[in-house]
């Protein structure tokens, strides 16, 4: 089986590479990788960058990197090689006294150890019921605290929930003189209080503080225009389709409605009165 030093030269040399060229792609120094395919291994710095090295050089050549690192490590174990020899100890030797021998001991030593195990039983009894009398003594006595009674208060009743509140939108009833010819119907609802002043076909027909939750309606032939003093407040609907926002609210917008369809526009400021000379 080759090494691990002539797999990697033979690969490199089938592929026509110099060492330099590997230093460069696999940034090992050429000097380092000459020694790897020497088998040089204590050339390597030691542990782990040993093992890296080939495995760089074994992943750029195409080869089975953990392969190479193994047998790398196999190399640079110490002993690695030799075969390995079990040492047996060797057995004590005892000297077994006879069994007649072995009875008188036991006889004379029981004999013996007797009086001095009652002795030393009956002082362990005498020595634990002290100990028990004096824990005893120290012990205090039980205690009773009174604590007062608890005041348990009664449960709240719940707080009334408020009722709903139920938005109604309230029409007023349509004019006796509205024109049945009307093609243009015009509703006109606030969010809040909201100052409007309209004309239907040049005729002013309403001047209003228009409130909330309620609908005023203008019909006319040709043309609606409305004045407001609050724009954002107000919500207008044509022929049952919304307008939109005619501007934000507090500012003052001039709002015509035509079959043509919708405009908008900002009333010019009033000019400055001269002050009197």
């Not at 030691?46 to 050089?57: D, H, L, M, P």
């Not at 039980?142 to 309230?170: D, F, G, L, Q």
């Not at 917008?253 to 009033?270: A, E, M, S």
Request: glycine fraction near 6%; proline fraction near 10%; charged fraction near 20%.
């Amino acid at each position: 089986m080759s090494s691990v030093g002539e797999t990697l030269r033979t690969e490199r040399l089938s592929k026509k590479l110099s060492l330099d060229q590997v230093a460069r792609e696999t940034k090992i120094n050429s000097h380092l990788l000459d020694a790897i395919e020497k088998n040089q291994f204590d050339q390597l710095p030691r542990g782990v960058f040993a093992k890296s090295f080939v495995r760089q050089y074994a992943r750029f050549l195409g080869l089975d990197e953990e392969e190479m690192a193994a047998e790398v490590q196999r190399a640079m174990e110490p002993g690695a090689g030799l075969p390995g020899f079990a040492v047996m100890p060797a057995e004590p030797t005892y000297k077994v006294p006879k069994v007649t021998q072995w009875d008188g001991a036991g006889s004379r030593q029981s004999s013996s150890a007797l009086p001095s195990l009652a002795m030393l039983v009956v002082v362990m009894l005498v020595c634990s019921g002290i100990y028990a009398l004096w824990q005893r003594s120290r012990r205090p006595g039980p205690v009773t605290v009174a604590y007062p009674a608890a005041k348990i208060a009664a449960p709240e009743s719940p707080a009334p929930t408020p009722a709903a509140r139920t938005e109604v939108h309230t029409e007023e009833p349509p004019s006796e003189s509205a024109n049945p010819q009307a093609t243009l119907h015009a509703s006109l609802t606030a969010d809040e209080p909201t100052w409007v002043r309209a004309w239907a076909d040049g005729k002013e027909v309403m001047t209003a503080l228009l409130q909330p939750n309620l609908i005023k309606t203008v019909d006319a032939v040709g043309e609606i225009r409305l004045r407001t003093g609050n724009a954002g407040a107000l919500q207008i609907t044509l022929n049952g389709k919304p307008v939109g926002s005619a501007g934000p609210k507090g500012q003052i917008r001039i709002v015509t409605l035509t079959p043509q369809g919708v405009q908008i526009l900002v009333p010019p400021k009033p000019e400055p009165v001269p002050e009197p000379l």
